[in-house]
């Protein structure tokens, strides 16, 4: 029998269901939230409502914005963003990351994910489909791949490749991986070190 009245453990169950939050994690929020004197469960629950109701999908790029900005997201509709320079990413929270360092000026389109087998991921199941579409109706000068540094996002990447390889004439890069700042070769695993010699350059 359970310690626990069954709203407390039904909620603890549902934040579970979030990655990156094991249920001890999950545990601690609730608690937290019961003990809050501050309406902190009420304002939260409020944000959560807000967000399905209020948040769309860019009918370009397929990056979040407000749905009375729809269908162009802000970043889509600034006349200011070099529209000739396209970076593919696969999740919103890396345009986030990538708009955080201030050094991109160009456009994103958002695939939702990766290509993952083991998943059971495909590429009719991310935003590959409006991709494809809109690199042949933008004809834009440079590709930036993005994509995770991992077996999945080096599969899409290829993937993505090969289906724009033959109609595609702008130029395909990707961000370059390697050593961190600060890194020491010892502590650095061989893929790390692997690519970074792949991706030497001239001094």
Known sequence: MSTLPAAVSDAIEALSDLQGI???SAE???????????????????????LKENVAECGICCHLCNKTDAPQCGLCSDACRDATRICVVSEPSDVIALERTHAFKG??????????????????DLRIG???ARVKAENPSELIFALPASVD???????LIEQIKNSFAGT?????????????????????LSQALTDRRSI
């Not at 601690?28 to 807000?50: E, H, S, Y």
Request: no cysteine; net charge positive; glycine share 10%.
């Open 22 to 24: 094991g249920s001890r």
């Open 107 to 124: 456009l994103y389109h958002v695939l939702h994910g990766v290509i993952s087998p083991m998943d059971r991921v495909r590429p009719e």
């Open 28 to 50: 601690r929020l609730v608690l937290t939230l019961l003990r809050n004197q501050f309406g902190l469960d009420k304002k939260i629950g409020n944000a959560l409502i807000a």
């Open 130 to 132: 409006s991709f494809l």
């Open 153 to 159: 996002g080096e599969t899409t990447t290829l993937y």
């Open 172 to 192: 395909i890069t990707r961000l370059a991986r390697g050593i961190p700042s600060g890194g020491d070769l010892d502590y650095l695993d061989a893929a790390t």
